[in-house]
């Protein structure tokens, strides 16, 4: 499958969304609203809930699955207000020790005017700063698409994982086509350029485990959510400050 191929795969419709993994993964879960500044943004959910019994925070950026669930979602593509409401529920968590999981899908933070003029990049500037710094284990794990600011501001955790049609970028392949030589048709050939795949991703440690998809059944989510735990109940036996300077340099080596 070539690089243009799985970026079509990881857009594909009734590709399993955020909201998906959660009622697949996460036991009880609550969902938690706002960022006690200005709205809820609702192309990113958060709550609390439990995975094999353990606490935890889920925080995943939704696109909504038919035509007026992906409006209501904004399509995956969040605003300031959003990042907020994640470095929130963040901050909550490591107040009471609960690991924090996120689920990413998305294409990009949104670039409307009412975003930023409400300080979009120094609300992902934040979340990743303040994800860096939090002192209780974090996974990220990217199910779709992974584009740009607006999936980093919720990967700058202790481990990154991608489901293997999944693609993680600074730009997306139009976008990058675009720029590179003013021809959107090239768009087969940025995606090579960019090193998005999963198999790419790994070999240049920008992600720790590829997650075989095994069709999105119900042994993929079992499967998963064992992982989940066990890396969990291994992370919180490591003391809180060198979770934040092993995250710390684990960025750094970028």
Same mark, same amino acid.
């Given at each position: 499958?070539?690089?243009? %191929?799985?970026?079509?795969?990881?857009?594909?419709?009734?590709?399993?969304?955020? $909201?998906?993994?959660?009622?697949?993964?996460?036991?009880?879960?609550?969902?938690? @609203?706002? %960022?006690?500044?200005?709205?809820?943004?609702?192309?990113?959910?958060?709550?609390?809930?439990?995975?094999?019994?353990?606490? $935890?925070?889920?925080?995943?950026?939704?696109?909504?699955?038919?035509? &007026? %669930?992906?409006?209501? @979602?904004?399509?995956?593509?969040?605003?300031?207000?959003?990042?907020?409401? &994640?470095?929130?529920?963040?901050?909550? &968590?490591?107040?009471?020790?609960?690991?924090?999981?996120?689920?990413?899908?998305?294409?990009? +933070?949104?670039?409307?005017?009412?975003?930023?003029?409400?300080?979009?990049?120094?609300?992902?500037?934040?979340?990743?700063?303040?994800?860096?710094?939090?002192?209780?284990?974090?996974?990220?794990?990217?199910?779709?698409?992974?584009?740009?600011?607006?999936?980093?501001?919720?990967?700058?955790? %202790?481990?990154?994982?991608?489901?293997?049609?999944?693609?993680?970028?600074?730009?997306?392949?139009?976008?990058?086509?675009?720029?590179?030589?003013?021809?959107?048709?090239? $768009? &087969?050939?940025?995606?090579?350029?960019?090193?998005?795949?999963?198999?790419?991703?790994?070999?240049?440690? +920008?992600?720790?485990?590829?997650?075989?998809?095994?069709?999105?059944?119900?042994?993929?989510? +079992?499967?998963?959510?064992?992982?989940?735990?066990?890396?969990?109940?291994?992370?919180?036996?490591?003391?809180?400050?060198?979770?934040?300077?092993?995250?710390?340099?684990?960025?750094?080596?970028?």
């Amino acid at each position: 499958m070539s690089a243009y %191929d799985i970026v079509l795969k990881s857009r594909e419709k009734g590709r399993p969304t955020a $909201v998906k993994y959660i009622e697949n993964i996460v036991e009880g879960f609550i969902e938690l @609203h706002g %960022d006690r500044r200005f709205a809820d943004d609702k192309a990113i959910i958060g709550g609390i809930g439990r995975i094999g019994g353990m606490p $935890v925070t889920v925080i995943g950026i939704e696109k909504g699955e038919d035509t &007026a %669930d992906k409006i209501a @979602h904004n399509f995956g593509c969040a605003h300031p207000e959003g990042y907020r409401k &994640a470095v929130r529920l963040m901050k909550e &968590a490591e107040k009471f020790r609960r690991p924090v999981l996120c689920f990413v899908d998305t294409s990009g +933070a949104y670039c409307g005017i009412g975003a930023e003029e409400r300080g979009q990049s120094e609300a992902i500037a934040m979340s990743i700063l303040d994800m860096i710094r939090l002192k209780t284990p974090t996974l990220s794990v990217i199910i779709g698409e992974g584009g740009s600011g607006g999936a980093l501001g919720l990967c700058a955790a %202790d481990e990154v994982w991608i489901t293997e049609t999944s693609t993680y970028s600074v730009i997306s392949p139009e976008g990058c086509a675009s720029i590179l030589w003013k021809d959107s048709g090239r $768009v &087969a050939d940025a995606s090579e350029c960019l090193k998005l795949t999963a198999g790419d991703l790994i070999s240049l440690g +920008a992600v720790e485990k590829v997650v075989p998809e095994e069709g999105f059944g119900e042994a993929f989510y +079992a499967k998963l959510k064992e992982d989940i735990a066990v890396f969990f109940r291994k992370q919180k036996d490591v003391p809180a400050e060198r979770l934040v300077e092993n995250r710390y340099r684990r960025f750094r080596k970028f």
